[in-house]
Structure formats: C-alpha cells, structure tokens
C-alpha cells in the first residue's frame, strides 16, 4: 500500500458516489452502507468489510457498497480482490466515479504492475479530464518507473487541475530540482505554504535550502566561490524561446545568495534573507516579461508569484513558509505575533484565479 493513502487524500468518500442508485436502495442497505463507511472512517477495516458483504447480500449490485467494499479491501493489502471489484464496476457502470479508477490503478500499482496502472489511469483520465487526482496518480506511478519527463508532465496537470494538491507540487519540485532550479523552488514554496505546519515541511524545507543555495560554496573566511551549473551554461546558452528557460534568473538568484555571506547582512535572518532573495528572483522575472516565455513554469507558476510580490505578501509567505523549522523561533514568533497578516495572505491566496 505504497500510495494507497497519500493518492485517496482528495477522495470523495461516500457522499458523493452514484447518489440515485443509493436512493433507491432499501433502506437496510442503506444503513449497513453508513455503518461501513462509520466503522472505516474509525480504521476498523475487517468489521466494515463485514457491513458492506451483508449489504451485497441484500442487494449485489449496489455500486456504493461495491465500491466502499473495494477501498477497504485496499486498507487491507487484499489488491487483488480490489481489482476484481473495480473492474466489474466498471464493465457494470457506464458512468462509473472517477474514483473508481484511482483505488484501481492503485492497487495494481501495489501488486506491482505499473504499467497496467499507467494504463487504467490514462483511461480514467481519457473519460475525466478534469480530476487532478488521476494526473497525480498517474505521475506517481511514472516516476517510480524512471520516466521522469512524463512523470514531471502528469504533475504538472495535476496542480493546474488542483491548485491546492501540495502532494503534487511537493513532487514536482523533486522532479525538477536538479534540472531546472527556479520552478522548482516555486513548486516547493507553493507545497510549504500549504503545508507549513506538517511533518513533510521539514523535508521541504531541506529540499528549498538546497535549492536556494545551490552554487554557492564558503571557501574561506572571506571568500565565497560560486559555480555555473551545467543546466545553468546549457539554458543561458540555449534558445530563448526554449520552454521553461530560467538561466538567466538562475545566475542572478546564485549571486544573491552569494550575498548572504556579506558583511552588510550577517546581522539579517534567514527569513529576511529569504524574503529579499524571492523578491529580487521575482523583479528579475517581472522585467523578463512571462508572457513572452514559453513553458509551464513561466504562465503558472511564475505570474503567481509576481501578483503575490506586488501585493506585498512575500514577507509574510517566507515567514508562512519556515513555521515548521525546527531550532529557528523567530519565524514561530512573528507568525504567533502578526495572525492578521497570515490570514490576508491566505484568503488573497484562496481568491488567485490560476490558469487552467
């Protein structure tokens, strides 16, 4: 169950799934359907499995109780029998839930057969376009086969269908963080301001740290050296109208963090630091103009960042963003102390209208 509860985060859990068919089952049915779903919800799996076999009993080809029945067989490790399921709810329901597709491919991830999971998720997202769910899903299971270009596509289809997916934007950032820097340190701001509080945002941190400094190295006491990377040399020396080129902006943030070892600020924090570093990266993007750049990171991610400069709020995102730092109280401290500020970010955050 590698993925089993990371890809259901987003899963309409029984409210939502085939509503008419369960109106118009008996209402014995119906309440053995709800105990499942209760005694699910409480991680009593085994005796929810029993709930939803007395429903089928009662009535065998209730979607709802198939389908709940399928999910927590999954909680389970029994794959096989989730497969099983999901495809005769499938062969049974022409209108069958997107959600069927997603507890499908996922068990066969599970039995390790990626490539016929690649394969249901690409039909579930051939009949649902819109579900972000399978996109992410579908990248998962790409990227745990190496094909690492079209795992990168899937998840980026994933956020631009669910803006608010930080599992995705989490791993797009690590899907490009050694081949293209700047998006993918707007992909794990974006992760770390949804997620600022939780046990992954400290790895996200280590992933932005990484990141930001990336180049710079202290060499001595006074003596800074920084390297051009090879992506760095093959963007600047590549076309401009190449898709997703940050060479340019990738230098500049390299010599910007270069300054944090300079005298005027040994006495700014890292957070101040951190704001100044993502406002001057987001000036230089500005003056490059992001309508004239090809790319996903340049029309999605990019704008977001400019508007949310303007607006004044990178300050309060580069504090938003360290809350789960350990060992580092000042971020706690003024998030503790400045909860209008987060609260105006956040609502102007939910109210971005994100390309699509």
């Not at 005694?39 to 709930?51: M, P, Q, S, T």
């Not at 990168?152 to 791993?171: G, L």
């Amino acid at each position: 169950m590698r993925y089993f509860s990371c890809k259901l985060a987003f899963t309409v859990l029984f409210a939502g799934l085939v509503a008419t068919a369960q109106a118009q089952a008996p209402d014995e049915v119906k309440a053995l359907i709800k105990q499942g779903v209760a005694l699910y919800d409480e991680g009593k799996y085994d005796e929810a499995v029993l709930r939803y076999k007395q429903a089928l009993k009662l009535a065998p080809d209730n979607f709802t109780a198939q389908y709940e029945l399928a999910m927590t067989y999954g909680h389970l490790d029994r794959h096989e029998e989730v497969v099983e399921i999901c495809k005769k709810l499938l062969q049974d329901n022409a209108n069958a839930d997107a959600n069927v597709y997603v507890i499908y491919g996922t068990a066969l991830d599970d039995l390790k057969q990626p490539q016929e999971a690649i394969r249901i998720y690409q039909r579930g997202i051939k009949k649902f376009p819109d579900n972000g769910l399978l996109y992410f899903n579908l990248g998962v299971t790409q990227a745990s086969t190496q094909r690492y270009e079209e795992a990168t596509e899937s998840m980026q289809m994933a956020v631009r269908k669910n803006p608010r997916h930080a599992s995705a934007h989490r791993i797009l950032a690590l899907l490009t963080a050694q081949s293209n820097r700047v998006p993918a340190i707007f992909a794990s701001v974006r992760f770390l301001q949804l997620e600022p509080h939780s046990k992954r945002a400290i790895g996200g941190l280590e992933v932005l740290d990484k990141l930001m400094g990336k180049g710079v190295h202290k060499t001595g006491e006074n003596a800074v050296t920084l390297n051009v990377t090879p992506n760095m040399l093959k963007q600047m020396n590549g076309k401009k109208n190449q898709p997703d080129n940050f060479g340019q902006a990738d230098l500049l943030l390299t010599m910007a963090s270069a300054l944090d070892y300079d005298e005027k600020n040994k006495d700014k924090s890292a957070t101040v630091r951190l704001a100044e570093k993502l406002t001057s990266l987001c000036q230089s993007l500005e003056e490059q103009k992001p309508e004239n750049h090809p790319g996903f990171a340049w029309s999605y991610y990019v704008p977001y960042f400019i508007t949310l400069k303007k607006a004044g709020y990178l300050p309060t995102l580069a504090y938003l963003i360290q809350a789960a730092r350990p060992g580092q109280p000042e971020a706690q401290q003024w998030l503790e102390q400045h909860p209008s500020e987060v609260k105006e970010l956040q609502e102007w955050s939910e109210a971005y209208k994100w390309p699509e």
